[in-house]
């Protein structure tokens, strides 16, 4: 079975005719000329009929291109790649929608698709002595939503300031839709949104008002406009207090002001600060209601959070910072794998002496005493070896469980000690799961 | 950004240079002297009487029929604004030869108000030829001249 | 930056002046204002005699937009061009709003200039509304009876507006440099309270210099001196040089204050 050679993703600028849809990716089919398949010794072509293409595109449309989703695609279409990938295939070029040729390398490290829509690379920042931020990268994919989590001080205010052009960073480049960040050229991109802070607006005008005068600086006036202002108010449910002054509106209906003034851009690039941080848990439920939606719509979401129900909720990704260092960024998944996952509930006959033992094991953490036990994490040989070390000093267990830990724990784990012993660590293991995902693929 | 700074900085510099400029065309002695304030003293005076002898009915006459000249000196010492006193010769409208006296406050923007110091010139309002009461010009009057 | 950027952020601001009751009030102090002083020149006696001009109130309608601006040089056009070039950049720290605003499409030069211009144009307004006011004061209230110019000369009711016109218009060039310095120490102070009361205290020295009498050189680099600069549009003959000089000064004013202010604008890191 011969293997795939070259596997890469390009563009092809061949195809007019820009989709603005976001979702409705064409792909064209094309292998490079390495990628044959080698076993029949001659370079022979396969064709494959209109019923693979039209899995393949269904399938990418529903996913954003990069790495996993293509081992994603090859799971649901169900064939092997080398079947499908076809020297002389026909494009997607029909009705002017954009087209890729798909194909992989065997040193993939991520596709080289042109518009990624939020790239931050390198990103520092330091106020006089104390370093604000240090060396923090971000990517967040379309219809992703990317949750930034970290202590107060962390520097999550800071970095969304500086995706966003109201900070200027050190060093490190933010591109926003392809485009390089520079603030001395133009405002904040066309379809790139944000709100930080809690949200600011003239008092002595009304909301509507607010809104129209933003809608006025992004270059739109007229009568499309003020329906556009009317609809995304009655999105975040301001519609009836839109005509009173801000000055009489609470910290809820200005953060969903906000969020309509960042919606009135039709973002595909949103940055959110504690976007409900003030909000009661309807109108929270009903922001992340709307997150969801303009995620499924195609959005990139990054937003930073203190509710780990939250960002548990909402996020496919997330970036852990501390200190201006990035501890962790994946999906929550990867969190679990990176961190002891499981943790394990012993109830025993006297808690303080199973405590002290617990405390003098290398093999075992002890997370917590709780009134119904102790919590502890560490593999099931260790656990073993600890029960029957608590037996033979006389302490009886009543009960033992396990239970997945909540992201919360994992995150304070994660954000207590030393943060450049826990991110070396973190490296350390990202690393060798990026190359046992290189051999899969 | 360095190209901004550097703007900047030619900017100010510039400023800098026409202001020295300005300010080095003349430096040194107050241009507030006797000889301005004459020149512009005479002129005006005449003028004005011109414009009294209009209004008090008088058969009309220009400025230079009265063929003023005016001699100034500084009251409380040196050049520069402050109190100066006037003397101003001229031929009144039946031809006599008029010495009046004007006490000065000059401005350091070269404006003046001239407060008469003689009696001979009456008080603030005049009696026309056709009895109605009009201001009286010469009493008290200001004027401005060119200081660059 | 382009233009339709600049005028975007001009017409946003001028919505927002329009809303505010305080520029609403200063111009219609611009409008009663001259009326009222007439009434008072009316009723009264006793005439402005310390300011030039003063004693002719009561016989020329002319002479009274001429009191009116060089009383309006010591207090009101330092006042009026700060109201709004000290508050416009302030403002938004006050209210919070620069993340708000510069989230959006434009860039920080295009707001930087829109709001600029908003301020420059507020001050050219006030200034019309205040000379057209103090015109049609004089005129209505006193009558267009010729006036007795600055070197005795009688000038007849069309060459006399026609002066008044122009001395009024050579107010323009100290009040925007008075607005460019209103602008820098909004910037840089963010603070709307030093954005009008240093521009004031500022001109209130600088005519406290002017009496003292003091260096002649420096006399002339004060941005008030300029407001001086009329005097010559009223002699016989007209003498311009005080006019071009108080022209190029107040540029350079003006140029100064805009570029520095602008320069701090750039360099600002927006919240913490």
């Known amino acids: 079975m011969g293997r795939d050679k070259s596997f890469e993703v390009r563009r092809d600028d061949r195809a007019t005719g820009f989709n603005q849809g976001r979702q409705k990716w064409s792909v064209a089919l094309r292998v490079s000329a390495a990628a044959h398949r080698e076993e029949d010794g001659a370079r022979r072509p396969r ?161 509507r008002r607010n809104l129209q005068l933003l809608a006025s600086l992004d270059g739109h006036r007229g009568a499309t406009c003020a329906t556009r202002v009317d609809d995304v108010l009655s999105e975040v449910g301001l519609a009836v207090d839109s005509s009173s002054l801000v000055r009489g509106y609470s910290a809820g209906m200005r953060q969903r002001l906000g969020l309509a003034a960042a919606r009135l851009r039709t973002p595909d690039v949103l940055v959110l600060d504690e976007p409900t941080s003030s909000l009661d848990p309807r109108s929270a439920a009903d922001i992340r209601r709307l997150i969801r939606r303009m995620a499924d719509e195609g959005a990139a979401i990054v937003f930073s959070s203190h509710d780990m129900a939250e960002v548990e909720e909402l996020c496919t990704t997330m970036t852990v910072i501390d200190a201006g260092r990035v501890l962790f960024s994946g999906s929550i998944a990867r969190l679990q794998r990176r961190t002891s996952a499981s943790v394990h509930v012993i109830r025993t006959s006297d808690d303080t002496a199973a405590a002290a033992l617990a405390c003098e094991r290398d093999d075992l953490r002890l997370l917590s005493v709780e009134g119904d036990g102790l919590e502890l994490t560490g593999d099931v040989a260790a656990m073993d070896a600890y029960v029957v070390a608590l037996g033979r000093r006389g302490v009886a267990v009543r009960s033992l469980t396990t239970r997945q830990r909540s992201l919360e724990s994992l995150f304070l784990e994660l954000t207590s000690g030393s943060g450049a012993q826990r991110s070396n660590r973190l490296l350390s293991a990202e690393r060798e799961d990026e190359r046992r995902a290189e051999l899969v693929s | 950004m360095n190209w901004r700074v550097n703007r900047l900085f030619r900017v100010i510099r510039a400023g800098l240079l026409v202001v020295a400029a300005c300010a080095a065309s003349s430096c040194g002695a107050s241009p507030i002297t006797s000889g301005r304030i004459e020149a512009a003293l005479a002129p005006t005076f005449a003028h004005l009487v011109e414009v009294q002898v209009d209004w008090l009915g008088l058969p009309a006459m220009t400025a230079a029929d009265f063929a003023v000249t005016a001699s100034c000196r500084k009251l409380a010492g040196g050049a520069g604004s402050g109190e100066w006193g006037c003397t101003l010769v001229w031929k009144g409208p039946q031809r006599q030869t008029l010495t009046d006296s004007y006490d000065l406050f000059v401005s350091a923007d070269g404006c003046y108000t001239a407060t008469v110091a003689t009696e001979n010139l009456g008080g603030p309002l005049l009696k026309a030829k056709n009895g109605r009461e009009v201001r009286n010009l010469l009493y008290a009057f200001e004027g401005c001249f060119d200081t660059t | 930056m382009t233009l339709r950027g600049i005028h975007a952020v001009f017409r946003v601001e001028c919505i927002k002046l329009a809303a505010q ?244 604008m750039q360099r600002r890191d927006i919240g913490r």
């Open chain 3, 21 to 264: 009751a305080k520029t609403r009030l200063a111009l219609a102090a611009c409008v009663a204002g001259p009326f009222a002083f007439a009434a008072v020149i009316r009723l009264q006696s006793s005439l402005p005699e310390d300011t030039l001009f003063g004693r002719s109130v009561q016989q020329s309608g002319f002479a009274l937009p001429l009191v009116v601006l060089g009383f309006a040089a010591l207090w009101a056009l330092p006042v009026l061009t700060s109201i709004v070039g000290g508050d416009l950049f302030s403002a938004e720290d006050r209210y919070g709003t620069w993340s708000t605003v510069l989230t959006r499409s434009r860039s920080r030069s295009e707001t930087f200039a829109g709001k600029t211009l908003t301020a420059l144009g507020f001050s050219v307004l006030a200034i019309a509304v205040l000379g057209v006011s103090s015109i049609a004061a004089g005129a209505l209230v006193v009558g267009t009876q010729p006036l007795v110019g600055l070197s005795g000369v009688l000038l007849a009711a069309p060459d006399a507006l026609r002066r008044v016109a122009l001395a009024w218009t050579t107010a323009l060039a100290p009040a925007a440099a008075f607005t460019g310095l209103a602008v820098l120490v909004s910037i840089v102070t963010r603070s709307s309270v030093a954005g009008i009361a240093l521009p004031v205290g500022l001109a209130l020295v600088m005519q406290l210099f002017a009496l003292v009498d003091g260096p002649e050189p420096l006399r002339r680099l004060l941005m008030t001196s300029a407001f001086g600069s009329w005097h010559g549009l009223l002699a016989e003959p007209r003498y311009y040089a005080p006019l071009v000089h108080g022209i190029a000064v107040s540029a350079v004013y003006f140029v100064v204050c805009i570029a520095s202010a602008y320069w701090v």
């Open chain 1, 47 to 207: 064709h494959v009929g209109d019923g693979h293409i039209e899995e393949a595109a269904f399938v990418l449309e529903r996913y954003p291109i990069h790495q996993s989703t293509l081992c994603d695609w090859r799971t649901a279409v169900k064939t092997d790649v080398s079947d499908v990938v076809n020297d002389g295939f026909r494009a997607f070029a029909a009705d002017q929608r954009p087209v890729y040729t798909v194909a992989t390398t065997a040193d993939y490290h991520r596709p080289a698709m042109a518009n990624r829509p939020l790239e931050a690379t390198g990103i520092s920042k330091r106020y006089g002595a104390r370093a604000a931020l240090d060396v923090v990268d971000l990517v967040v994919d379309r219809g992703v939503v990317h949750g930034l989590l970290g202590p107060n001080g962390a520097g999550k205010t800071t970095l969304l300031r500086i995706l966003l052009g109201l900070v200027r960073p050190d060093s490190g480049e933010v591109r926003l839709l392809g485009q390089r960040l520079d603030r001395g050229a133009g405002g904040v991109p066309e379809r790139v949104a944000g709100m930080v802070d809690v949200p600011a607006f003239y008092p002595y005008l009304s909301g």
